[in-house]
C-alpha cells in the first residue's frame, strides 16, 4: 500500500489533470474508479486525516482566486470536496470557515445578544 505522501502526491496529480482538463474532457468530477476507495473509502481514511483544516480551506481559497468568485461545488476536484464536506459538515459552513461568506445571521434574540457578549 502506498505511503500517505506518496497518496497526497498522486492525489495532486490527479486534481491536476481533471483542472487543466488533460483526462479526456473530463472535468473537476473527474477521478479513476479505481482510485476512489483509495481516496475516500476505509483506505482514504488515513488520507482524509492527513489534511489540516488549514489545508482544505486553502483549497477552497485558491480555487477562488483562480475563479474570481466563490466555486461551486462541482468546481472543487471530487476527492478535495468530498473532504472539504467531511471535515466541515456542509459547503457553506466550509466557505464561511474559510472566511469567504459572510457568517449566518442569528435569528434568535437571545442568541444574539449572547454572540454580542462575547465579542
Known sequence: MPSVTEQRRQLAEDAERAR???VDGYSQEWIDP???KAYCGKR???LYESFS?????D???ETVAELGRLPSQKEVFCVYRCYIRKRFKNWPTALRAAGLKDPKPVRDKKRRLKREKRS
Open 59 to 61: 483549497i477552497l481559497r
Open 34 to 36: 479505481t482510485l476512489w
Open 20 to 22: 487543466s482538463g488533460n
Open 53 to 57: 483544516d488549514q489545508e482544505l480551506l
Open 44 to 46: 482514504g481514511e488515513e
